[in-house]
């Protein structure tokens, strides 16, 4: 109210410069509230009240006291805090913090190994963020495998993977390890599609090829390396897809002999559950005589009961099937038996000899694979 008892407008107020005015900005973030502010002390002060009130920016602070109050406001972002915890054995801080400024790709590799050996999150994290960078494309093949390597290394292997599309090899040697990177990025990101499509591509139609191609899985306790053969591998992400008939025409592509090839039978067999009994019957004797080749008889059991169970399944009598695994099973615990007795006595070699030739033909006379009398 004015002195003669009128209200007085917003727009006096201004102009006298005690009041400031809230309005509606757009800005790159959208519609926002901003506070239209005079040099005056009494506007900056209310100015200072609706900036906090309404969260709005003044449009225009034109020094003086608005800059001095702006100041009191304004305060310092916090201090970063250390990357890990300080452990002895660990990088220091201020080492870290140099490297991650200025080192070269093994240098990062090393220092991912040593974050990921004590859990350091936060490093880890930092790393996998600098070695996106470090070396940008285009790089020549072996940076780009030591970069994504260095990246698995920090387990970031979706990472790894945006590194290696930066590279498409031709084919041949470097396509190959290019590919065998590229599924155990795919592999630690449990992305079965992306590794299944790279040993596709490794495979290049020929799939039983895989079954020379010695994948890495795991970093043994005393320093060797675990592997297991890609051909096995590429049937199981097949597998985890739903490609169940295809997965088992892989592990049939495979060769080898013996017991390995034992099982690649038996897991083809469950896989092909929508075939009749006359397709998957004859596939489970391949396995048991490849099982008995290898004197592996505690699978030769397993095949034996699938065996069983295959024909009860069918609604076909398995009295043959029962029989053979009841043989068998007497048959083993007493040849194994007697052979692990006389096998360290030199004037047992004949006996020895012919129990394990027992133990070995599962169609001999008497054996499992023979009819019952």
């Not at 001095?68 to 305060?75: E, H, N, S, V, W």
């Not at 169940?244 to 559950?273: I, T, W, Y």
């Not at 009598?317 to 053979?324: E, G, I, S, V």
Request: aromatic share 4%; charged share 20%; hydrophobic share 45%.
């Amino acid at each position: 109210m004015d002195r003669w008892g009128a209200p007085v407008s917003s727009l006096r107020l201004l102009r006298r410069g005690v009041l400031p005015v809230p309005i509606l900005l757009y800005s790159p973030g959208g519609l926002q509230p901003q506070v239209a502010c005079r040099r005056t002390l009494p506007a900056t002060l209310l100015c200072a009240l609706a900036v906090a009130l309404l969260g709005a920016a003044p449009v225009r602070a034109q020094g003086g006291p608005l800059r001095a109050l702006g100041r009191l406001f304004d305060k310092p972002p916090p201090p970063p805090g250390p990357s890990a915890p300080a452990r002895p054995g660990s990088t220091p801080e201020v080492r870290f913090q140099a490297l991650l400024r200025r080192g070269t790709v093994p240098e990062l590799n090393a220092a991912c190994q040593e974050a990921a050996g004590f859990g350091f999150t936060t490093r880890l994290q930092l790393l996998a963020a600098r070695l996106l960078t470090v070396a940008p494309a285009p790089q020549p093949l072996p940076v780009v495998l030591a970069n994504a390597q260095a990246l698995l290394s920090c387990r970031a292997p979706d990472a790894a993977l945006t590194v290696l599309d930066r590279f498409s090899p031709a084919p041949g040697s470097a396509r190959a390890q290019w590919l065998v990177l590229r599924w155990r990025a795919a592999q630690a990101g449990l992305r079965h599609r992306l590794a299944a499509e790279a040993l596709e591509q490794l495979a290049a139609g020929r799939p039983g090829s895989l079954e020379l191609v010695a994948l890495p899985f795991q970093l043994r306790q005393d320093g060797s390396l675990a592997t297991r053969p890609a051909l096995d591998v590429y049937a199981e992400h097949l597998e985890v897809l739903g490609r169940r008939q295809e997965a088992a025409a892989v592990l049939l592509a495979g060769s080898m002999p013996g017991q390995l090839a034992a099982e690649r039978l038996r897991r083809a067999v469950a896989l092909l559950d929508q075939l009749p009994l006359e397709q998957r019957d004859p596939l489970l004797e391949r396995a048991l005589d490849q099982a008995a080749a290898a004197q592996a008889w505690g699978l030769a059991l397993a095949l034996l009961d699938d065996q069983r169970r295959l024909y009860a399944q069918a609604g076909l009598p398995a009295d043959r099937a029962t029989a053979r695994l009841q043989r068998l099973s007497q048959r083993v615990d007493d040849a194994y038996s007697e052979w692990q007795l006389r096998r360290q006595d030199p004037q047992q070699a004949a006996r020895t000899a012919q129990l394990q030739q027992q133990l070995r033909s599962p169609r001999a006379p008497g054996g499992h694979a023979t009819s019952p009398p």
